[in-house]
């Protein structure tokens, strides 16, 4: 079994970052392979929509999505994560999705084989449970189209410094929850 984590923030050692490990720990606790890219380190561009990718297998960018393409196809479970930055998703993550639109056939299947199980971490510094909802629903509702399963969502909020998640015992044990299911 193989679970990759996509990490959409930047501060390493952060609240997403730490929240993302405590949901791959416990899919390694249940004898998972697991591996971490975080968006933030890697070259990825921004789509061109210029539609080489539904005439092709890829996309005509040669950068780090390439990579991702294929442990995207070989990966058994993925894991998302961002915090909110701006009422949103953080830069880094809504290139990576743009990018993943090289992932759909013309006809709008997907190129990755259906049934991939996907878990989802968000973190806020609001103190507002459903501030920022839509944001869970929008990667839910691309990776569904992907033809991947959601197991679940944890979102941490009130998380302004670094260590704040780690305070968050209800958002830590979610997300225990979840990285056990990526691989049931």
Same mark, same amino acid.
């Given at each position: ?27 390694? /606790?249940?004898? =998972? ?13 921004? @789509?061109? *929509? ?8 890829? @996309? !005509?960018?040669?950068?780090?999505? !390439? ?7 070989? =990966? #058994? ?7 909110? %930055?701006? *009422?949103?998703?953080? *830069? &880094? ?7 993943? %639109? ?21 973190? &806020?510094?609001? #103190? ?8 869970? /629903? $929008?990667? /839910? ?9 959601? !197991? *679940?969502? !944890? ?10 998640? +780690? ?6 044990? $979610?997300?225990? /929850?979840?990285?056990?299911? +990526?691989?049931?």
């Amino acid at each position: 079994m193989k679970v990759i984590g996509i990490l959409g923030s930047a501060r390493e050692n952060g609240n997403t970052d730490r929240l993302m490990k405590t949901m791959i720990k416990a899919s390694i /606790e249940s004898g =998972a392979e697991t591996k971490i890219y975080n968006l933030a380190k890697m070259n990825i561009g921004c @789509c061109t *929509g210029c539609e080489y990718c539904k005439k092709n297998d890829t @996309c !005509v960018q040669k950068d780090d999505m !390439v990579l991702l393409y294929n442990e995207m196809k070989t =990966a #058994d479970a993925i894991i998302i994560g961002t915090p909110i %930055y701006m *009422g949103d998703m953080s *830069g &880094q993550l809504k290139t990576f999705i743009d990018r993943c %639109y090289a992932l759909k056939n013309a006809d709008r299947t997907s190129k990755i084989p259906a049934g991939k199980k996907f878990g989802i971490v968000i973190t &806020q510094g609001a #103190d507002i449970p459903n501030h920022y909802a839509k944001t869970p /629903e $929008k990667i /839910e509702y691309i990776f569904k189209g992907l033809g991947c399963v959601p !197991v *679940g969502a !944890v979102t941490g909020i009130k998380l302004h410094e670094k260590d704040d998640i +780690l305070k968050d015992a209800a958002a830590l044990e $979610k997300a225990e /929850e979840i990285g056990k299911l +990526l691989i049931e």
